[in-house]
């Protein structure tokens, strides 16, 4: 009688214990799979779920990838708003993320320009009008997924003098999920634990304060 080996295989790229496939030929005769021991079993194993591991993290890097390189773009305008006292205002969020500050503003509109875009943003979120709009100090582009889709936001910093008792959420139009409005002295924000965005806020009102105007507006990372 020929005898025919049919070898073992992996049916799973997770498992690590090899069986026979089916045998084809009636004719044939399988041999049986060399016994393995339990340290060996246990080996195989980890050798298994380490290598699967590595897949899944290859896999999901080259999606993320793939899903920045086809992030659709978003313009956005944001506003530095500053009282007499040179505190900030910032706006409380929770979209699910965790808890964070960030200045106000938001999407440009199509037909808007940046300047026009804050300046409404202003009304919207802070119920302020008449605002005289400072220039621009920053930009920001930052990937991120929005309404389950990657989304690029690039972001342009404005600056805006408005005394405290101006800003009346009472009048606002859209607030868009804000949680509280809050004036943060520079030495509070330099030293919260709270997240605030864009980063380095803090660094960039104290150089403009110091400086003035950049003559190229700072990017920002974070």
Avoid at 29 to 42: G, K, Q, Y
Avoid at 108 to 120: F, S, W
Avoid at 148 to 164: K, S
Wanted: glycine share 8%; with cysteine; aromatic share 6%.
């Amino acid at each position: 009688m020929n005898h025919k080996w049919v070898g073992g295989f992996f049916p799973d790229p997770d498992s690590a214990i090899p069986v026979l496939p089916p045998v084809p030929d009636g004719n044939a005769t399988t041999l049986a799979v060399p016994s393995l021991t339990t340290a060996a079993i246990s080996e195989r194993r980890a050798q298994a779920t380490a290598g699967s591991r590595r897949r899944r993290k290859a896999l999901i890097a080259g999606w993320l990838r793939y899903c920045m390189s086809a992030a659709r773009r978003r313009d956005a305008a944001r506003v530095i708003v500053l009282d007499e006292n040179d505190r900030v205002l910032l706006l409380r969020y929770d979209e699910g993320g965790g808890v964070f500050w960030a200045t106000p503003g938001g999407a440009v509109d199509a037909g808007e320009a940046h300047n026009q875009a804050a300046l409404r943003e202003l009304k919207e979120e802070l119920g302020v009008e008449d605002v005289e709009l400072g220039p621009q100090i920053a930009s920001r582009a930052k990937t991120h997924m929005i309404n389950g889709e990657p989304t690029e936001q690039v972001e342009l910093y404005f600056t805006a003098r408005v005394p405290a008792g101006q800003v009346d959420p009472a009048n606002a139009t859209q607030t868009d999920g804000i949680l509280a409005w809050q004036w943060w002295t520079l030495a509070d924000l330099d030293r919260t634990h709270q997240t605030v965005y864009p980063l380095g806020l803090t660094t960039l009102i104290e150089r403009y304060l110091r400086d003035g105007v950049p003559t190229v507006p700072a990017i920002l990372q974070g």
